[in-house]
């Protein structure tokens, strides 16, 4: 194209005021005027020297990084300043470098936006002549590998912007020439966007910003046995994402003083308000140690409590359970979606508790605002009517010409907020470096202004939904956007509640996609059937294990919000993490659960009809337990006999001999199973067996040969007393000591009684040890 064919489509442009045109005109003027000169000097047609410059800049042999901008959106009577660095990546030093400002032509929809960000290297036609009235910095050389600092300022007058709303694209390039290339030429060139807003809006677009305030489980479902139940903390991140400069204090501090609406998951205020008392910390190296950030949580719960005051919270179901994989994977795993419903609840009276605002749970967010029909189902099912999802699900009508009002009603009394995309993917990535925040802001500034020049006449509402867990250089990029809105003049903030409640736009797409919509890259991310089956199992195993304490709360309240983690979100992109986590959940209740057995016996010999078996039951928790019932069960009932059951009750830390009468019918061995039952009859821990032997010695035969053995030693005894007192009689009378024998005898004989046949008498039952310990090899049983 010809530099007068350039000149007259800037002349042209559709939505050019005519001071832009005029100050193009100028420029064109000048160019064709200053054409033979530039020829002449350096020997060259002018057209080759354009693509000369082309060139040369494509290799981006020094880098340009715009750090500030300021302000970022500007009034009529503002200067605006931006500062930044020049690098010189070449091998070669830099001559007669001068660093100038440069502006397009206004961009005309949000497409061309999005077209310009991502242009690379330097263009004649797209990014115009340097802005003249001195406004150049001159920096003489610059050497290889060198870098230099820049501030340049221009008065927004000399801008010539013009009287109509518009979005421009600033460049700050640096021009010179190198020992390579004589040529004086733009060798590095960096951009960002102007939006221009030079009177007040008639219908000001409306934005809701949600501010989100989620980091994920951190709490343990392991706590001591104290009477306070110290938490304890898989790892000590939280305290970091709560110190000064933090992840979660930037957020706090940022967020106070912006029109945001607050979107909290309840389970990290639980976790902070652990953190303002005594707590433990799990160490690498799998050693506890005790926390040490109380103040820091106080400060950081005071400041929130102070930001939320007086502006809408909106609370998410209890640790962020993960809406889509629900909703695909754990919908046929039976009681998985009861959980729901009990997240929302929690949620709702923690903010309250902790808070002390009454927040809203009628939203719900999917990750990344995938939606599909599926997901629809589960998040209504636990009372959600307002569902956030992203442009990308629910695509409106490429004809569009205009961003539509992100409300949608589906249905049912439920709605649909569609985020904007590129919006809500304004501050993805990398937000370190002062350009990178710089690009980012600025470009999403002037996306939300060209939405309002889109349909300047109707008033419409829009929803940003960033990231879940933003970075603390995301969070100040995304508060600097928000900050400079305030100044812009053509948004008005409007709470998320005010939004779902906005006239939908018959224009704007209202039909959820079904459920093989859903991305592929997301779906790849979710829990899997199997998580869902092991998080269900441990449901089993707590609901089984509260029916016996004394104090149930002190066990179900830590291990339903543990379960509830396991549910979260944050476990995509890290598989093993949440494995691992829903492992520790299981095994750590499992060994609470074994602390009430049963103490392993020995094997018992049963001497005689009836006896008493005596079994141990031994409870290690630190509360008591009731509810139980323990029974035996005789693999041979009609040989033995061993009763009914015994009813369970026992302290913590104590143990309970249960005695169970028995009945011998005959000899032989018997295996006892014994087992502990709640009183629903449902089997709690695992049986234990021991063997039985039933001897074949009556308990008559024992009478009678205890008897026998106690008249013969009261025989023996009379015996040997008669005989002392004949011995002494005879000594004293002179006989000699036979004849007194033989006379004792004779009077032994003569004297003894004539009883019938001696009758056994009672027998003391046989009773063994009635401690906790084990009997010993061999033990005989109570009788």
Known sequence: ??????????AQFQGTSSVPARRWLRRGIALLAATPLLAGVLQLPAPETARAAETASSARSVKVSIDSLSPAAPAKSDTITLTGTVTNDTRSKI???????????????????????????Y???AD????????????????????????LSVPVKDLELGASPAVYQL?????????????????????????WQPSQSGKKTRISYMWPLISGPRLSAETASDPQQTPRFRDDTLAEELAPGGRLQQLVELGKDLPVSWVIDPDLLVSVEAMTGSYKVEQPDGSVKAGKDQELAKKWLGELTAAVKDREVVALPFADPDLASLAHQGKDVSGALSHLKPATDLGSLTVETILGRKPRTDFAWPVAGALDSSIVDVATSAGAHNLIARG??????????????????????????VADTGLSKAFQGGMSSPGSSVRAVQRFLAQTLMISMQSPDTR???VVAPDRMPSAEQAQSMARAVEALKDGDWMAPLDLGDAANAAPDPQATDRVPGPRSYPGSLRKQELPTAAFEEIQGTQSALTGFQVVLSQPDRVVTPFSSAIMRGLSTSWRGDAEAATVFRSSVQEHLSALTQGVRLIQKSKQTLSGRSATIPVTVENNLVQGVKGLKLKLTSSQPNRLDVGTEQPVLIEGEHSQSVKFPTTANANGFVWVKAQLYTEDGTPYGAPMTFQVNVTEITS?????????????????VRMYTQRKRRAALAGEAGEPPEAGAEAGAESDTENRPEDGPEQPGDQAADTGPESGDAPGPGEKVDR
């Open 171 to 195: 460049g700050v390039s640096l021009t010179g020439h190198t020992a390579n290339q004589p040529v004086p030429q733009v060798l590095g060139i960096a951009r960002t966007f102007l939006p």
């Open 128 to 151: 115009g002549h340097e802005v003249g009235g001195g406004h150049t910095l001159e920096i003489d050389k610059l050497p290889s590998g060198g870098s230099r600092s820049f501030s």
């Open 123 to 125: 263009s004649y036609a």
């Open 95 to 121: 001559d007669d470098a001068s660093i100038g400002l440069r502006l397009t032509e206004p961009l005309n929809s949000r497409s061309a936006v999005d077209a310009a960000a991502k242009r690379k290297g």
């Open 1 to 10: 194209m010809r530099d007068g064919e350039r000149v007259a489509e800037a």
């Open 460 to 462: 419409r509402s829009i």
């Open 392 to 417: 990308d699900s629910l695509r409106d009508p490429s004809g569009l010409p205009y961003t539509p009002t992100a409300a949608r009603p589906i249905g049912g009394g439920n709605t649909v907020l």
């Open 700 to 716: 008559t035969v024992m009478l009678v040969i205890a008897g026998g053995v106690l008249l013969l030693v009261l025989a023996g």
